[in-house]
């Protein structure tokens, strides 16, 4: 298969709470997934991305956790600001199919100040 | 380097005609995708070109066609347009000469509303 499942749909957080988005993935040779966040009327932009060969990567604030026996992986943001009020895409290359990249539905993260 | 282009920014048509939309990748970037976003549905893969030939295809009617440019820009039409149709088109160019994995960057998008 090639669906990548993305919950919760939306999340509300205090400022300065940390924040969690979770995604599955059917495709077990799946080795890359990157986390696109886009902002309200934006393009979306990468955020950080994660390999097969690695189980976690830290970039300030934000890191992504794999675990690939489980085939999912998940978004950590700490220290929640306003400016991170975005809705948030994960995606998988699922490799079943020739290579492509698959996205998530999205999660909308409301930062309350 | 400028980003990726893509025009019309806006587009409003009526059922059954026809639309095509433009990308210009960053200069150098051999690889386009197209995404259909809708509100819920994420982004939905429509179809990879690389070096003109097209590389991946999503699951979308044969209405939906694209080509690409010896230059690496890249066109993407739909035929007999239908109300579903209506969504914000986004084309994405990498650099990706493997099939390891790479950044994507996008355009703008193009909002398509069909009336």
């Known amino acids: 298969g090639e669906n990548v499942e993305q919950h919760p749909s939306t999340l509300s957080v205090q400022e300065g709470d940390s924040a969690v988005i979770k995604c599955t993935y059917s495709?077990?040779?799946?080795?890359?997934f990157p986390w696109y966040k886009q902002e309200l009327g934006k393009r979306p932009q990468l955020i950080i991305d994660?390999?097969?060969?690695?189980g976690e990567k830290k970039d300030q604030r934000i890191a992504v956790t794999l675990n690939k026996t489980a085939k999912h992986f998940s978004l950590h943001i700490t220290e929640t600001q306003p400016e991170d009020s975005a809705v948030y895409f994960c995606?998988?290359?699922?490799?079943?199919?020739?290579?492509?990249?698959?996205f998530g539905a999205g999660t909308i993260l409301r930062v309350k100040s | 380097k400028a980003g990726v282009t893509q025009t019309p920014r806006y587009l409003i048509k009526t059922r059954g005609q026809q639309v095509t939309l433009s990308c210009s990748p960053i200069?150098?970037?051999?690889?386009v995708s197209w995404y259909q976003q809708t509100p819920g549905q994420g982004l939905q893969f429509l179809f990879e070109?690389?070096?003109?030939?097209?590389?991946n295809k999503g699951n979308f009617p044969g209405r939906f066609s694209g080509r690409q440019f010896s230059n690496s820009r890249s066109e993407m039409n739909v035929s007999t347009l239908e109300l579903g149709d209506s969504a914000l088109y986004l084309c994405?160019?990498?650099?990706?000469?493997?099939?390891?994995?790479?950044?994507?960057?996008f355009g703008s998008g193009t909002q398509l509303s069909v009336l």
């Open positions: 994405a160019s990498s650099s990706r000469v493997d099939r390891a994995g790479e950044k994507l960057f």
């Open positions: 495709d077990s040779a799946s080795n890359y």
């Open positions: 994660i390999r097969s060969n690695v």
């Open positions: 995606a998988a290359m699922i490799r079943e199919y020739g290579n492509k990249l698959v």
């Open positions: 200069s150098g970037h051999r690889s």
């Open positions: 070109y690389f070096s003109e030939t097209q590389r």
